[in-house]
């Protein structure tokens, strides 16, 4: 194989990867403040696109045609849209069913899921088709060799960074990261010391929710493409990241979501080159046996997860 | 609520006997209403009529004379739905609604072993029961074998599969586990939409059922008049729902019911007092899916076909509502909540398409609100009728 | 010298890089009340789990009648004859009163599948036996908790719940009962109802040949002083002092402990 489409390989890898963690991150957040799964986060992202999408749209109806400036406004609009839903999705959805057992609030999210993801497909004009998303980023190329890197491609990879930057140095920096760390840690006890919990658990879910739609925006722009089902796949192979990195852990999700996309990768190169009669098609059949092997394997994850259950 | 000082031991059984007539005239209607009107006029008045009926204490006098006479309750529900049946003799589409019905109702029974009772969570419902059509499609095609021991090897196929999933499962709880069936679930129609030899997304075709030289698929003559060929799956559907409706009430009174209960609730105190939660877990995982998967072999050789679109996520949570609507663990309440998720969309035109919608926020306000379900379970009775003295 | 039903030699539990129990020599002699006192934290709990199979000790023993059941799973512990109570109630909220005693005797159930399913005289049989030995256990108690056999345990005060919680550990006939802090949540008056309750059943069962031995963790001191016959006191996870009520209460480590004056 040539080094050039190694780095091609490379490179996809890592934009999945990017994206991946960026989900991971998302769940990896939600259960160390609450100590639950949202199901539905992944169809989240997948309604984020859409808003950007719409969004978009309505720029160019209303003929505002800077790729720039359509671009700042997808991003903005789609992020804080899907902030604000995934903090009513806490509110009105996750905080209620606090004290119910947790097979309800698994239930729930589920079904919102489900909701969300037919509501896509049921009221957003033609949305049962794939969707072509617009390219706002410049297109150019350079060629090393017989690698050839797009612009648009580095561009989201940096933005991916950024944002995964962006979030840790939150965490660790601000004094809202430290208050989040502290309802993880114990939230009785972060109470007790006069921090809103449910204020800190809303904007928990807004920033979760939010890191999702833009990394939905990015999947938009990478493949030019979108459709309500994403956030399915989305979500199954971001929760599988969280889980392999240790749930409540957010290195170990960036990690998880770096190593699934590897795997996956992996997969669609080595498959058809080792066994040449089983075609490409099978790649999501080898990521999802990959989710069900790792969890039989490591079911609390490579990085242990923050602490066993008290007696 | 006012009724609740009837001594339970001298109930009359004639409520329970008024209440099963009702249901069975009321699912005539349902079944024989041609216009959308006449079906949403029936669905209102079904909400109104259960809501003046508990508001004179009616059926709270229904369930104390059901729980008095449990056999009567089980005798007059299969005699219900054959007068039903037997009523829309020609009709097929009313007995393919009804036997679809069943057979819905027996997977569900199973799921409901599974999380109702263990606390096995499984999405994949419509995964196994989807084995179950495939393994028909490919036994019946290409081997002598008897049908009915088909259905049976369908349903061990599923068992067999599942427990593929059985060692991830055991190892993790709740949400890790849910993950794992969604993974197989979304797996397995991934593999049978690019595996040729099982049809692609065009499916199988599968033959119908003969047992003895007796062709389900042939309509039954009797003079002048010609029968539908689904009374012949309405009755194997009838017989195996009514059996695993027995064994599943027997499990859920008895140590085994009590076991699983326990590990549901919790495992510490489970594992504390001896109690094996890895067979538990197992032996609801393996039933349940076995259950799905003989189901489905039945369904797919009476439709005829089977592809992997009837496979999806959205009717495994479809199976998952039935189960939470009817009131989880109770099986008295699956099949009410099988025939409202998969009679009114049928009915009802304009909500069949929005029906994964209608039924997930349906699902939602019953976790907000009436998480006990439309049928609550009620505190386990090992041996009804004769128990307490 | 009595005989010495449970010995723990070196028993250490570490739970990454703090030392719950360390290196403990511990010994519960056959047919004692042993009360295991120490600040919060000192690794009374954690002896509890890592004995019932709960945790698994990092190093040392446990030898129980004379055979080593270290690191053997919760369940094998439990058929070898231990049992306990938890300190934050673990009963199954929403089963009856019945049902969470009946499981207490797991061992004892059968659960064959085709027993539970097709054999539904012989399980009533058992049904009954096991039916009147709730019954039994629970009029030690209170009769009138006998009448709410069929409720839900939500239903149940937190005393009446603890009673129940003693029943499950004892309807199947243990020899070593593990009493994590009993009084809990409850008032004086009940803290004193239920030792009294205590001292009863197991009178009556020694009566009955089914003598217990218990090991009973408690913070209230007047309870130690009035049920125990010996006390071991545990601070850091190491055993500071062993005796009498009275010798412990003048050890002078052990006050330290307590006060905290170092």
Redesign the interface.
């Known amino acids: 194989m040539d080094l050039g489409l190694l780095g091609q390989y490379l490179l996809n890898g890592l934009m999945l990867g990017m994206i991946y963690a960026m989900v991971a991150v998302g769940f990896t957040l939600f259960f160390g403040v609450l100590d639950v799964i949202k199901f539905s986060h992944g169809d989240v992202l997948m309604v984020g696109t859409f808003a950007g999408l719409a969004t978009y749209l309505g720029l160019e109806s209303v003929g505002i045609d800077s790729p720039w400036l359509q671009l700042l406004l997808v991003v903005l609009v789609s992020v804080s849209a899907m902030a604000v839903l995934g903090a009513l999705i806490a509110k009105f959805l996750i905080l209620p069913l606090k004290d119910a057992p947790p097979l309800n609030t698994l239930l729930a999210t589920l079904m919102l899921g489900s909701v969300l993801r037919e509501s896509v497909r049921l009221f957003y004009p033609n949305g049962s088709n794939p969707k072509p998303f617009p390219r706002l980023l410049p297109t150019d190329e350079w060629s090393l060799g017989t690698l050839t890197l797009r612009v648009d491609n580095l561009i989201l990879l940096a933005a991916g960074v950024a944002a995964i930057v962006g979030v840790h140095l939150l965490i660790t920096r601000t004094k809202l990261g430290l208050a989040i760390r502290a309802v993880a840690q114990d939230g009785e006890t972060a109470r007790i010391m006069g921090i809103n919990f449910e204020w800190i658990v809303l904007l928990t879910f807004g920033l979760g929710s939010g890191l999702a739609a833009l990394a939905g925006v990015m999947n938009g722009l990478y493949y030019n493409e979108t459709n309500f089902g994403i956030g399915l796949l989305l979500g199954v192979i971001g929760f599988s990241a969280a889980i392999l990195g240790g749930l409540g852990n957010v290195y170990g999700a960036i990690l998880g979501g770096f190593i699934f996309a590897g795997l996956q990768t992996l997969g669609s190169v080595a498959l058809p080159a080792v066994l040449p009669s089983v075609p490409s098609a099978y790649k999501d059949v080898f990521a999802f046996t990959a989710v069900i092997v790792i969890m039989a394997w490591k079911p609390t994850g490579l990085i242990a997860e923050k602490s066993s259950e008290r007696v | 609520m006012s009724m609740q000082n009837s001594n339970s031991s001298a109930a009359p059984s004639w409520p329970l006997l008024t209440g099963v007539s009702v249901v069975g005239v009321y699912a005539h209607f349902l079944l024989h209403a041609e216009s959308q009107i006449a079906v949403l006029g029936l669905a209102v008045g079904a909400i109104l009529l259960l809501i003046a009926f508990s508001r004179f204490g009616w059926t709270a006098r229904v369930a104390t004379s059901a729980a008095t006479y449990p056999k009567l309750l089980g005798a007059g529900a299969v005699a219900a739905v054959v007068l039903v049946a037997a009523v829309s003799y020609e009709m097929h589409f009313a007995l393919l609604m009804l036997t679809t019905v069943l057979l819905y109702s027996t997977v569900c029974l199973g799921l409901n072993i599974q999380?109702g009772y263990s606390?096995v969570?499984n999405?994949a419902g419509a995964a196994f029961f989807g084995i179950g059509s495939y393994t028909a499609a490919v036994l019946a095609s290409h081997s002598p074998l008897p049908h009915l021991l088909i259905v049976a090897l369908a349903g061990l196929v599923a068992a067999l599969l599942g427990s593929l999933?059985i060692?991830?499962v055991l190892?993790?709880r709740?949400?890790?586990a849910?993950?794992?069936t969604?993974?197989?679930g979304?797996?397995f129609k991934?593999?049978l939409e690019?595996n040729d030899a099982l049809g692609g997304p065009q499916g199988l075709k599968i033959p119908g059922m003969e047992i003895l030289g007796w062709k389900f698929n042939d309509n039954i003559a009797i003079g002048d008049h010609e029968l539908s060929f689904y009374l012949n799956y309405l009755v194997l559907s009838l017989a195996l729902c009514a059996v695993t409706f027995v064994?599943v009430r027997?499990?859920e009174r008895?140590?085994?019911g009590?076991?699983m209960?326990?590990v549901r609730?919790?495992e510490?105190?489970?594992?504390?007092?001896?109690?094996?939660i890895a067979?538990w877990k197992i032996?609801a995982f393996t039933l349940g899916n076995g259950l799905a998967g003989m189901a489905g072999a039945i369904y797919g050789m009476m439709t005829g076909f089977v592809a992997p679109n009837n496979f999806t996520?959205?009717d495994s949570?479809i199976l998952?509502?039935i189960v939470?609507l009817g009131g989880i663990g109770n099986p008295w309440g699956i099949l009410p909540a099988a025939a409202i998720v998969l009679i009114l969309p049928e009915k009802l035109q304009f909500i069949q398409?929005?029906r994964?919608?209608l039924y997930?926020?349906l699902?939602?306000l019953i976790?907000?609100f009436r998480?006990d379900g439309l049928l609550p379970r009620k505190?386990?009775?090992?041996?009804p009728g004769d128990a307490?003295r | 010298m009595s005989t010495i039903l449970l010995e723990a030699r070196g028993l250490t539990m570490r739970f990454g890089g703090v030392t719950a129990l360390d290196a403990l020599n511990l010994a519960v002699h056959k047919d004692e009340v042993l009360g295991l006192i120490g600040p919060n934290g000192s690794g009374k709990t954690t002896f509890f789990n890592v004995v019932t199979g709960l945790y698994a000790a990092s190093a040392g023993s446990v030898d129980f009648e004379g055979r080593e059941i270290t690191r053997r799973a919760a369940q094998e512990i439990y058929r070898a004859g231990i049992t306990r109570t938890f300190q934050r109630s673990r009963l199954c909220l929403p089963l009856t009163v019945f049902d969470n005693i009946a499981i207490g005797n797991y061992q004892h159930l059968q659960h064959g599948l085709l027993f539970n399913l097709f054999r539904r005289q012989a399980l009533k049989r058992q049904y009954q036996e096991n039916l009147e030995e709730a019954c039994r256990l629970l009029a030690t108690f209170n009769d009138k908790l006998v009448d709410r056999l069929f409720d839900p345990v939500s239903a149940l005060t937190m005393i009446d719940r603890r009673r129940v919680e003693i029943c499950r550990a004892l309807i199947s006939r243990p020899r070593l009962l593990l009493l994590d802090e009993p009084s809990a949540g409850m008032t004086h008056d009940e803290t004193h109802e239920l030792m009294s309750d205590i001292l009863q059943v197991r009178q009556r069962l020694r009566e009955a040949g089914n003598s217990v031995t218990i090991v009973i963790i408690e913070h209230e001191m007047n309870v130690i002083d009035r049920v125990t016959d010996r006390c071991v006191v545990l601070n850091y996870g190491e055993k500071i002092a062993e005796g009498t009520y009275a010798q412990i209460a003048a050890d002078a480590e052990v006050q330290r402990a307590y006060l905290g004056s170092d």
Do not use: C, Q
């Not at chain 2, 510490?268 to 094996?276: L, Q, R, Y």
């Not at chain 2, 505190?379 to 041996?383: E, V």
């Open positions: 999380f606390g969570v999405f999933l060692l991830p190892r993790t709740g949400h890790y849910a993950l794992i969604i993974a197989f979304i797996l991934t593999f690019v064994l027997r499990l008895s140590w085994m009590l076991s209960d326990v609730l919790d510490t105190a489970a594992a504390t007092f001896g109690v094996d067979r032996t996520f959205g949570l998952v509502s939470i398409e929005y994964f919608l997930a926020l699902v939602i976790l907000l998480p505190i386990r009775n090992y041996f307490g």
